[in-house]
């Protein structure tokens, strides 16, 4: 991405410390980006993909979407964009009906799928021109022209798509999904197949999207990016929502911090003197895991090692660990199948 | 009306004529004039005049009509088809344009592409032919009902084919027999009396037939005959492209 305008990009407003500061305070009385009610989905074949959906994107914050594969994910976006067929539930866009207002509601949404389907012969500059008239915008190159730069496309602007390599393809679907300048923007797996640096241009790319009041829909398997990215997380899984949290308070509730020492001796189990603490042996009597208390109270800690001297226990080395969004995420998966 | 999505399709689909200028008209083209020299030439030669009309010029608003159903069906079949096979197809679907905005992109630069392939084939046959045109609007007319009417067929094609050998199928099993069976080398006058009443079955005989007249002044049938013919295949045609949308058939999962 060019850096020169991604500088333009961050010389926006100052942004405020707290992350999703900017989104739609809860209670606000505009109607949330999209409201999902209900919906459940069942495909030709008979298979269930999605189970009684309820979820909430509130305008202006970035959403990231988790799941293994087959969850659901794909299947979701795909009825608020009306590429899947919507049977049983409702679906609303900044307070539109997507069945009875579908005109507006598609006009406010762009969608950058997963696949990377595009016209091979077509050059980029045509095809991003074509899909802001596909969406009722009258043409506007200054436009289509910064959204190419921004995303380093400029130069290949005059090039066949079909000569570009994967990557660089990628970008050109974000393109097309900004050349009508949505309100709401669906990210299916953006950085999927995408090198490291792609990678951070593009979370400085959607950063930059919700500093404008753009609402972003991610999903993504890299935990990393929904840690770095996201100010709400939701996780599907067999076709149900099964949470959806603010990312530090998810963070806070469920992650865990542990203290791990292994011993000089190893010991059959926990001596008596040290069982008020929350103090497991490892399986091969080697190690004792410490878990400490989420809000990281340390006073536990400094009376625990106090303990262990007491008993005359040593240990070898030490490390603490402490849970990402990643083992939260596989543990969630885990317990529901 | 989205008209800037219209404009935005049928720009892209006449995009594909002009990058695919060989095939879409220059094969046709070629093709035409290999006709004319067999059978306007070299058969037709040795052919009476039918209703006072040479050989030679008697067939050409017959290859017109065939080049222009088999490229209309053709082309607009694959106009629809690839965004289906490529995946290119989400965008429409998730685009705010209607059932009807889709068809009028596509199946207008199809019918286009037709009708240009039409007035082309007619100023090649000119060389091999003489020419003469009686009802010069009313031949325009036929020529751009024929065209944006199998070219609806075509898209229809396109939508229900999920393969490249069912995208094949119609237009070479079904089509091309019809316009063959459908009076475009001769008058069914020349035919026994039992498969003349059968060729009357044959819905191509009726666009030929009105086609021709608007050349010579005789047809097989009526020229009213004719144009309710067509109207009635134009209103089948929408009908079913109206009932597939509503369906979301093979198009929405
Ligand atoms: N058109 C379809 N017809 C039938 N089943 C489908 C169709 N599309 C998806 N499915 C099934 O629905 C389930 C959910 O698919 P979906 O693509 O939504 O998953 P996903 O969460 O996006 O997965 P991934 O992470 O692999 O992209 C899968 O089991 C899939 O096989
Ligand atoms: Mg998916």
Redo the contacts between chains.
């Keep these: 991405m060019d850096r020169n305008h991604l500088a333009a990009f961050q010389a926006g407003p100052p942004q405020t410390g707290e992350s999703g500061a900017r989104a739609q305070a809860p209670g606000s009385t505009e109607p949330p980006a999209v409201s999902i009610q209900g919906v459940s989905k069942t495909?030709?074949t008979g298979f269930q993909a999605l189970r009684s959906i309820n979820l909430t994107i509130h305008r202006g914050e970035i959403f990231a979407l988790l799941g293994p594969n087959g969850a659901g994910k794909t299947t979701l976006i795909?009825i608020v964009?009306?590429?899947?067929?919507l049977a049983e539930g409702q679906v609303l866009v900044n307070g539109h009906d997507i069945r009875r207002d579908?005109?507006?509601t598609?006009?406010q949404?762009g969608?950058v799928?997963q696949?990377l389907?595009?016209?091979?012969?077509?050059t980029v500059w045509?095809t991003v021109?074509?899909?802001?008239?596909?969406?009722?915008?009258?043409?506007n190159p200054a436009h289509i022209e910064k959204v190419l730069r921004d995303l380093s496309l400029w130069d290949k602007r005059n090039h066949q798509i079909q000569t570009l390599s994967g990557g660089m393809k990628r970008r050109v679907l974000i393109a097309?999904a900004l050349a009508h300048e949505p309100e709401v923007l669906f990210l299916d797996e953006p950085t999927a197949g995408v090198d490291v640096e792609l990678r951070r241009d593009m979370w400085t790319l959607v950063r930059s999207l919700r500093e404008k009041g753009v609402t972003v829909i991610l999903t993504t398997h890299y935990i990393e990016e929904a840690e770095e990215m996201a100010d709400r997380i939701g996780v599907i899984n067999g076709g149900e929502i099964v949470l959806v949290e603010g990312k530090e308070a998810l963070m806070r509730k469920l992650g865990r911090k542990q203290l791990t020492l292994h011993l000089h001796t190893p010991m059959d189990r926990v001596p008596e003197t040290l069982a008020r603490h929350a103090l497991e042996l490892s399986e091969d009597g080697e190690a004792l895991v410490y878990t400490l208390a989420q809000d990281g109270e340390t006073a536990d800690v400094t009376a625990l090692l106090q303990d262990l001297a007491d008993a005359g226990i040593r240990f070898r080395d030490l490390h603490t660990q402490q849970s990402t969004l990643e083992d939260i995420f596989v543990d969630l998966v885990r317990d529901r199948t | 009306m989205?008209i800037?999505?219209v404009?935005?399709?049928y720009s892209?689909e006449m995009?594909?004529t002009w990058?695919t200028l060989f095939q879409s008209i220059v094969s046709p083209v070629v093709t035409t004039s290999l006709y004319f020299i067999v059978f306007g030439g070299a058969i037709g030669s040795q052919i009476n005049e039918i209703d006072g009309i040479t050989y030679g010029a008697y067939i050409v608003p017959g290859l017109i009509m065939l080049m222009v159903l088999t490229q209309s069906t053709s082309n607009a079949s694959f106009g629809i088809y690839f965004p289906k096979f490529?995946?290119?197809i989400?965008?429409?679907?998730?685009?705010?344009?209607?059932h009807y905005e889709v068809v009028m992109g596509y199946v207008g630069a199809a019918a286009t592409k037709s009708v240009m392939l039409g007035l082309i084939i007619l100023a090649t046959a000119g060389f091999f032919a003489p020419l003469e045109v009686a009802h010069p609007v009313w031949m325009l007319l036929f020529l751009v009902l024929t065209a944006f009417t199998f070219s609806l067929i075509g898209f229809i094609i396109g939508l229900w084919a999920d393969t490249f050998e069912k995208l094949q199928f119609v237009p070479l099993l079904i089509i091309t027999p019809l316009v063959f069976l459908g009076g475009t080398f001769y008058s069914i006058d020349m035919l026994p009396p039992t498969w003349q009443t059968v060729s009357l079955l044959n819905p191509v005989l009726y666009l030929v037939s009105g086609f021709r007249w608007s050349f010579y002044g005789v047809g097989d049938v009526s020229v009213a005959v004719s144009l309710m013919m067509i109207l009635v295949f134009l209103v089948i045609a929408m009908a079913t492209v109206a009932w597939i949308f509503r369906t979301?058939y093979r198009l929405?999962?």
Excluded at chain 1, 81 to 85: D, N, W, Y
């Design positions: 495909y030709d795909s964009c009306g590429i899947a067929m579908w005109r507006k598609r006009a949404v969608l799928p696949e389907s595009t016209d091979s012969f077509e045509r021109s074509f899909s802001r008239g596909l969406f009722g915008k009258p043409a097309k | 989205n800037h999505a404009r935005a399709i892209f995009a594909r990058r490529s995946g290119t989400y965008e429409v679907l998730s685009a705010p344009v209607s979301g929405r999962a």
